[in-house]
């Protein structure tokens, strides 16, 4: 049921949006592409019909109605789904009916296969060296990085991001920031798990969060939240010493199950002349030896 706190104003708008959104859809399906007859030519627009679309989705042709005009009804993401599947919705749309029906949006699916975007972002963080840069799945785990973030974090691939920061004790050693950033960490966590509630993934992170770490347990009970964005680490590195970073997240329209993880060295802090002298050859092999052990 849309929320009770909503005002009208706001209620009314969405009604709006969702009634001329769903016309629209509606209007695009021809009834041979849904496996229905024509209609021959008494059929007076060539989409679909109100009754046709609540017949396909196994739902009631009074409720459908209601849900096209925009009024304050129950539904459910089961139901949306059916409508969704009838109306032949991509990801982005189905989210959108989401949003305009007042539940939480599924998590971000790209519509695009899941190589689609790989080889050039690998490039691109690529080409941000001798800076460090990472790619993240929606569970933290890291599926593409570049060499700098192998010898300035000591990251592989596929490794979870969020296991690693409050369960490898040498990460922690070496994070010389690490009380200050762990409660956004846990935070931006629970915006996470806030929107997509019944996501498997994420419920499996959770247990697995809480299970081993003390620290993420107690930071969990603050009940926190809040968005990703731009943050500073400090890093204890074992060749070059202090290393100061902004981090920044950022996210590809075109692939949201992804985000692209850049570290920026802090101006005045001599970072950026390390990184320099950690990306010359002579330097590597020592460095991930350092980092790794």
């Given at each position: 049921?849309?929320?009770?706190?909503?005002?009208?104003?706001e209620?009314?708008?969405?009604?709006?949006?969702?009634?001329?959104?769903?016309r629209?859809?509606r209007?695009?399906?021809?009834?041979?592409?849904?496996?229905?007859?024509?209609?021959?030519?008494?059929?007076?627009?060539?989409?679909?019909?109100?009754?046709?679309?609540?017949?396909?989705?196994?739902?009631?042709?009074?409720?459908?109605?209601?849900?096209?005009?925009?009024?304050?009804?129950?539904?459910?993401?089961?139901?949306?789904?059916?409508?969704?599947?009838?109306?032949?919705?991509?990801?982005?749309?189905?989210?959108?009916?989401?949003?305009?029906?007042?539940?939480?949006?599924p998590?971000?699916?790209?519509?695009?296969?899941?190589?689609y975007l790989?080889?050039?972002?690998?490039?691109?963080?690529?080409?941000?060296?001798?800076?460090?840069?990472?790619?993240?799945?929606?569970?933290?785990?890291?599926v593409?990085?570049?060499?700098?973030?192998?010898l300035?974090?000591?990251?592989?691939?596929?490794?979870?991001?969020?296991?690693?920061?409050?369960?490898?004790?040498?990460?922690?050693?070496?994070?010389?920031?690490?009380?200050?950033?762990?409660?956004?960490?846990?935070?931006?966590?629970?915006?996470?798990?806030?929107?997509?509630?019944?996501?498997?993934?994420?419920?499996?992170?959770?247990?697995?969060?809480?299970?081993n770490?003390?620290?993420?347990?107690?930071?969990?009970?603050?009940?926190?939240?809040?968005?990703?964005?731009?943050?500073?680490?400090?890093?204890?590195?074992?060749?070059?010493?202090?290393?100061?970073?902004?981090?920044?997240?950022?996210?590809?329209?075109?692939?949201?199950?992804?985000?692209?993880?850049?570290?920026?060295?802090?101006?005045?802090?001599?970072?950026?002349?390390k990184?320099?002298?950690?990306?010359?050859?002579?330097?590597?092999?020592?460095?991930?030896?350092?980092?790794?052990?």
């Amino acid at each position: 049921m849309a929320s009770a706190s909503r005002s009208r104003p706001e209620t009314a708008r969405r009604g709006a949006e969702l009634r001329t959104f769903l016309r629209s859809r509606r209007a695009r399906v021809s009834p041979a592409e849904a496996g229905l007859p024509d209609g021959g030519p008494r059929r007076r627009t060539p989409g679909l019909r109100r009754e046709e679309v609540a017949v396909l989705a196994g739902v009631g042709a009074s409720w459908y109605q209601w849900l096209e005009q925009g009024r304050d009804i129950t539904v459910s993401p089961q139901v949306l789904d059916a409508v969704a599947r009838v109306l032949r919705m991509s990801a982005a749309e189905r989210r959108h009916l989401y949003v305009l029906a007042g539940l939480n949006p599924p998590l971000p699916e790209s519509e695009y296969d899941r190589d689609y975007l790989c080889d050039g972002l690998q490039r691109l963080i690529d080409t941000w060296m001798p800076y460090p840069a990472h790619i993240m799945d929606p569970y933290y785990s890291a599926v593409g990085l570049n060499e700098s973030a192998r010898l300035v974090m000591g990251m592989d691939a596929q490794e979870n991001c969020i296991i690693n920061f409050f369960c490898d004790e040498r990460y922690r050693a070496r994070s010389v920031s690490w009380e200050q950033n762990a409660p956004g960490v846990v935070a931006e966590l629970r915006a996470s798990l806030a929107e997509w509630p019944q996501d498997e993934g994420f419920q499996l992170l959770l247990e697995e969060l809480l299970a081993n770490s003390d620290d993420f347990r107690r930071l969990w009970g603050l009940g926190d939240v809040c968005r990703p964005g731009q943050r500073r680490k400090e890093l204890d590195h074992p060749v070059v010493g202090a290393l100061h970073f902004e981090s920044t997240t950022l996210q590809v329209p075109a692939r949201p199950d992804l985000r692209l993880i850049l570290h920026n060295p802090v101006a005045g802090t001599g970072t950026a002349e390390k990184l320099q002298r950690l990306a010359e050859p002579e330097l590597r092999r020592a460095t991930l030896h350092q980092v790794a052990g």
